[in-house]
Nanobody, 124 residues
Framework: QVQLVESGGGLVPAGGSLRLSCAASGSIFSINAMGWYRQAPGKQRELVAAITSGGSTNYADSVKGRFTISRDNAKNTVYLQMNSLKPEDTAVYYC??????????????????WGQGTQVTVSS
């Protein structure tokens, strides 16, 4: 199986910055796309940013120019640098990894795996 552990959330004033990290571990053969999603109270989970194994990225319109997604393939880790934060960015942020597993000489997947979420709160 795969475990995704997020870190870096917290409370920050509007205009501030945070950097989220998400490290994947387990029986990983390869990871295709990785992404960050967020869910605010009473709202559906939405894609914030995603990055392929080759480094191609896409962003939600609401974060373009403020957030930057990156990854370290050697460490199976994805990052989200968040600048110029706004109160509307307040949410639980989740990372996602489209992962191919390796176990007992067999390949499984790919399948989606999720982290437990990290709270980001931006005060006005």
């Amino acid at each position: 199986q795969v475990q995704l552990v997020e870190s870096g959330g917290g409370l920050v004033p509007a205009g501030g910055s945070l950097r989220l990290s998400c490290a994947a571990s387990g029986s990983i053969f390869s990871i295709n796309a990785m992404g960050w999603y967020r869910q605010a109270p009473g709202k559906q989970r939405e894609l914030v940013a995603a990055i392929t194994s080759g480094g191609s990225t896409n962003y939600a319109d609401s974060v373009k120019g403020r957030f930057t997604i990156s990854r370290d393939n050697a460490k199976n880790t994805v990052y989200l640098q968040m600048n110029s934060l706004k109160p509307e960015d307040t949410a639980v942020y989740y990372c996602d990894a489209d992962t191919v597993l390796y176990s007992s000489r067999k390949i499984y997947g790919p399948g989606d795996y999720w982290g437990q979420g990290t709270q980001v709160t931006v005060s006005s």
